[in-house]
T-cell receptor, first 111, second 114 residues
């Protein structure tokens, strides 16, 4: 059974800092891994999707990597801004095509 | 291009009642999946529909059901509401079945059961 874990649960950084959010999964047989952002009381915004055959994806200041052999994915945010403050969720598509979510990392970027 | 639209955004029900939530996917998307989000359990998969057929189902009791129409719009229904059903219900659409493509979420329907 696929389980997804995100550490840390919360992170506070000063503006301008580069940061890494971590996501680990127990079953390497994932079809893809997706990173989302959720603002308070809102839905999820898709940030990056990495297919199982890919190693990383980049969009603007965001870079996500996927290492199936170690069961890990990271989301790198460069030059963080206060507007990046949100909860970041990773989710892996398991072998039964269900998206399994981590519990999220709550990020606060201080001005 | 319009995103995923969920209605209603907020609703309050009492125990024992039933509720129906609606989701309109992005135009051209034929896969619709539903998730429940609670502070204690996080985001949990409910079910997925593609071409009017349920393709996948999570571990929820039979009180939770859904359907998809020929225009890809989907509804989910919860009968005999319990306090624990209070949650944010999120709908997501995708171009491909099984959600192997990118998922796009709506803003959610926040259900409060009193």
């Amino acid at each position: 059974k696929q389980e997804v874990t995100q550490i840390p649960a919360a992170l506070s950084v000063p503006e301008g800092e580069n940061l890494v959010l971590n996501c680990s999964f127990t079953d390497s047989a994932i079809y893809n891994l997706q990173w989302f952002r959720q603002d308070p009381g809102k839905g999820l915004t898709s940030l990056l999707l990495i297919q199982s055959s890919q190693r990383e994806q980049t969009s603007g200041r965001l870079n996500a990597s996927l290492d199936k052999s170690s069961g890990r994915s990271t989301l790198y945010i460069a030059a963080s801004q206060p507007g990046d403050s949100a909860t970041y969720l990773c989710a892996g598509m398991d072998s039964s095509y269900k998206l399994i979510f981590g519990s999220g990392t709550r990020l606060l970027v201080r001005p | 291009k319009a995103g995923v639209t969920q209605t209603p955004r907020y609703l309050i029900k009492t125990r024992g009642q039933q509720v129906t939530l609606s989701c309109s996917p992005i135009s051209g998307h034929r896969s619709v999946s539903w998730y429940q989000q609670t502070p204690g359990q996080g985001l949990q998969f409910l079910f997925e529909y593609f071409s009017e057929t349920q393709r996948n189902k999570g571990n929820f009791p039979g009180r939770f059901s859904g359907r998809q129409f020929s225009n890809s719009r989907s509804e989910m229904n919860v009968s005999t509401l319990e306090l624990g059903d209070s949650a944010l219900y999120l709908c997501a659409s995708s171009l491909t079945v099984g959600g192997t493509g990118e998922l796009f979420f709506g803003e959610g329907s926040r259900l409060t059961v009193l």
